[in-house]
């Protein structure tokens, strides 16, 4: 079975794609039945197509706006043509996993390709927000569509009228190696104390993460208690929250973007980690902190309805004018009670377990994929 797997770039960046794709990938690279081809396509200033044996077949498209590229169905033709032509395939599953590829999912089912997209944001809060007319447009075109969480799922069979077994729910798996490190001595070559308390934020530095409240709440929490540290790992609006946080600089630590490696370093010391996103649907840093054993604060949103609340501690987020905020008083008080209970935070863990053991494992989430992809085809 040919599967064409495709990452536009720039929309990977903006939601978090990328993980979920490389993921994928490393597992599909498994199976013999499967002849991956993973396509990269961005927009350059320099246009060329560069193409690697990596155990799977890799492609790299860049196309700039120089090329006579003027609209997103001729981009798209160009894209499809350019795939085939170094390929050689002209059937199978062609898995797009934003609604930005419509153009590519009508050219692909033109010819003759089975279309299958994830849905990787919470449908519901987008179509709120926008008029989601562009899936109107879109679940049309899909032969198969999988949802991170049965909520999206629902809400995208009755708003769009999609059938229903042409969808499929299929959790977010992750493949980690916990760093096996000594915890003391990883804080110690990291410039943090042996009695720091280390609070991780792992994820884009903008305010629809919750980042901006998280400063105000930590801030609280700290008090410029010097072995207090919130880590902030990721990129975005580095010099707005430094602003908020100059007359208090030593309770925070900024990192910038980070390998999977080093990641794993800021895994291993972490006491607790916080996602307080306003919206969400299943977060790939979620299930690696789960993974790490790192108890969890998370907001009340509908995308973390899967974690139960003898699992994750919660904080509601309110809407005051249109405008999401976390309850700043109640992200201090569960900061305040997990720094103070040993057992509260070793409980939290010990109730995450079973997501491990199956639930959130890269191996049985790309089974269900490919399970998917037969039943598709």
Known sequence: MNVILINSSDISKIYGIGSYLNYLKDELTTYQNINLIFVDVEIGTKGKVTIKNLGYQYMNIVLTHEDGVDTEA????IIFH?????TNVVDGIFHINSPMDLELAKVARENGFKVVFTMHIDLSDYVNFYNGKIYYDFFPLVDGSIFITEESRQFAIRKFLIKEENTCVIPNGIKWNVNRKSKLKIKRNLGFGDHDFIVLFVGRLERSKGVFDL???FKLF???NPNKKLILIGTGKFQEILKITKDSLNNFYFTGFLTKRELSYYYKIADVGVLVSYSEQMSLVVTEMIHNKIPLILSNIRGFNFYKETEVIKVPINKINSIYKVDITKLNDSLKFLYEN???RKKLVDNTLHYKRKTLNNRYTVAQI????????
């Open 222 to 224: 700290s008090n410029n």
């Open 342 to 344: 040993d057992y509260a």
């Open 74 to 77: 001729s981009l798209s033709k």
């Open 215 to 217: 400063v105000e709440a």
């Open 370 to 377: 490919v399970k998917f992809y037969e039943k598709i085809q």
């Open 82 to 86: 350019l795939i085939i032509l170094n």
